[in-house]
């Protein structure tokens, strides 16, 4: 009777687990519409990080239509779920796949010179693909975007929304005044691996203090905040589109790309967009146009639409609607995917990890395990270097634990780079077993900056995108301070007990064999030139300023200058990329811009005294 016993307590336990595996697998079902209506009162292009948060918004008021355009799919595979994986769609079928023109300082690792740009093509956009970083930047950054014509977009301002967005997990950070405990947006803090705190013991040596990056201050050596809530990635169409997809009042089409904003005069009354069977349809907007497609996709579509620089819309043989500079202003973030460095302790993620069968069982089952961590960056870091005459940091670094070059799939292939293959066996080779960490190191505003054109008059051409990357001597500068931080964290006791070193003790850089390693500036000038590309921080094509700044494509409202029921509402009217990874400042600005379409605040000031500061 007691063996018996014990099986049905064995049989009714496996069945519990197997019907609870099977509840949150269920693939997410969404009613996307084949075709919309002919008219609403509100179309936004672009279902990314700010396009869902603004369909959610707008459609709060039911007496609204609203209308969602995305050119990518649903984004309902697991795979956009769970942590570790939502990375591997970049370069894949859920990525624009977008690159830039030839560079002449940094991407030598690539074919040309052509750096790739990742830009998310699917609901939820980057925010669905992204490394699920929680930044919001630095508070001076948005006091200095109100300086410079973008009123009203201070600190003082902005930190409401990042609050109202916010739902924390953190027991900690949820008693701070700088954290939000209400919003869509599920935040929390990870720790991925005791690597990390071998850096902030580190860091400590270095008399540099950990805590809330996104709270009093910045500067330091800290444990990553994520957008991860209840152990699955929380992209904006997971967070805000997906619950509220019943609304009647709000309708989603997807694979649906739009062509050009649609103008009757100087009034934007619509948007004709492409289906994947090359048909055209046309929607006519009652009240608003809002393109949220990013910083290439919103510039391209306003070129395309005959807004932009004349010379260049005249010559492609596009009517002009409005000569505005869009396209310039492009920033971005140029970081190294390294350096790499080598451990002796077995206390970072190995890559063969991720496919074990125990670690898929964690996350399937109970959503626990690496894949609810995401794998990725352990620790973030903000310096200040001998460059930096302001009292904000002026280089960032995060800190991957495992090599984020050997990130590579069952199928061999290296996901996030594209490697001449000589570079990938010669200097990039992966040893299996090694443990070992990455650090990412860019300056938090660039001083290089780049611009956008359109290729020619179609809409199915790539634009032409030059990023500049390290034309300006700073950058090179800033980014070698970095490198030598970190040659001052790997020399503390804490790192010694690692015994630390240098991919860079074992081979050189490709292109810089000549070179001494590891020591001269030379070399890691070489070593920057041959490994620098993107951030994923594209930002400033339809940069927002004062109505008399004439480098400024929107006004502090983002609507478009000279144009009427026409507004841009992502992280393209950036003045300036902000000093941190920019999705959660995309989010911010969506919600701010939700509040500046319908006519009032959602938000009242912050009072920092009010809650019980932890840190």
């Not at 000549?514 to 921080?537: I, P, R």
Request: hydrophobic letters at 35%.
């Amino acid at each position: 009777m007691v063996e018996a016993g014990k099986v049905a307590v064995i049989v009714l336990g496996l069945a519990a687990a197997l019907g609870y595996y099977l509840t949150r697998n269920t693939k997410l079902k969404i009613p996307v519409r084949a075709e919309p209506d002919k008219e609403y009162d509100y179309i936004i292009v672009g279902g990314g990080s700010a396009g869902c948060v603004l369909a959610n918004r707008l459609s709060e008021d039911k007496a609204s239509t609203v209308l969602l355009l995305e050119a990518g799919d649903e984004g309902t595979a697991k795979e956009l779920e769970v942590p570790s994986k939502g990375a591997g769609e970049v370069h894949g079928p859920r990525d624009w796949k977008y690159k830039t023109v030839r560079q002449e300082n940094a991407c030598g690792n690539w074919p040309n010179n052509e750096c790739l740009l990742p830009s998310g093509k699917t609901l939820g956009g980057s925010s669905a693909i992204n490394t699920l970083l929680y930044v919001r930047g630095n508070k001076a950054d948005y006091d200095e975007w109100d300086k410079m014509g973008a009123t009203g977009w201070n600190y003082d301002n902005v930190l409401p929304y990042f609050i109202k967005a916010e739902n924390t997990e953190d027991k900690k950070l949820k008693k701070s005044p700088y954290h939000g405990t209400e919003g869509l947006l599920k935040t929390s803090l990870v720790k991925n691996t005791p690597l990390g705190d071998y850096l902030v013991e580190a860091a400590a040596e270095l008399n540099l203090t950990s805590g809330d990056y996104n709270g009093e201050e910045q500067i330091g050596v800290h444990y990553s905040q994520t957008t991860i809530g209840d152990g699955m990635r929380a992209s904006t169409s997971r967070m805000y589109l997906f619950p509220v997809m019943h609304r009647k009042n709000l309708h989603v089409v997807v694979h649906a790309e739009a062509n050009k904003v649609l103008f009757k005069g100087h009034l934007a009354v619509g948007v004709e967009y492409a289906t994947p069977l090359d048909t055209h349809v046309t929607v006519l907007a009652r009240k608003e146009v809002i393109i949220s497609a990013g910083a290439i996709g919103s510039a391209r579509l306003l070129l395309l639409s005959g807004v932009g620089p004349k010379d260049h819309l005249q010559e492609l043989g596009i009517s002009v609607v409005a000569d505005l500079p869009v396209g310039q202003n492009l920033h971005d973030h140029p970081t190294t995917w390294g350096p790499e460095i080598y451990i002796d302790k077995p206390i970072s993620n190995l890559e063969e990890t991720r496919f074990e069968f125990l670690e898929e069982l964690k996350y399937d089952w109970f959503r626990t395990g690496i894949h609810s961590k995401g794998m990725l960056i352990d620790n973030m870091i903000w310096i200040k270097t001998r460059l930096q005459r302001k009292p904000q940091p002026d280089v960032q670094i995060q800190i991957l634990p495992f090599f984020a070059t050997s990130d590579v799939g069952q199928d061999g292939i290296v996901r996030q780079f594209n490697w001449d293959e000589k570079v990938r066996k010669d200097y990039y080779a992966y040893k299996k077993g090694q443990h070992g960490f990455t650090a990412m190191v860019f300056p938090t505003r660039a001083a290089s900056t780049g611009h956008l054109k359109l290729k020619s008059k179609y809409p199915d051409e790539d634009p032409l995108i030059h990023t500049n990357y390290l034309a300006n001597r700073n950058d090179v500068k800033r980014m070698i301070e970095g490198i030598r931080f970190i040659e001052k964290l790997l020399a503390t006791k804490a790192m010694k007990k690692l015994r630390p070193r240098f991919r860079e003790s074992v081979r050189k850089m490709p292109g810089c064999e000549q070179l001494e390693a590891g020591f001269s500036d030379e070399y890691w000038k070489c070593y920057l030139k041959q490994n620098v590309q993107t951030m994923y921080h594209l930002a400033g094509t339809c940069k927002m300023g004062g109505v008399g700044d004439p480098t400024a494509v929107v006004d502090p409202q983002l609507r478009v200058k000279g144009l009427h029921h026409l507004r841009v509402v992502d992280a393209s009217i950036m003045p300036f990329v902000v000093s941190g990874n920019t999705n959660a400042p995309t989010i911010m600005i969506a919600e701010r811009g939700a509040d500046l379409i319908k006519g009032f605040s959602s938000v009242e000031p912050v009072d920092l005294t009010k809650k019980k500061r932890t840190y």
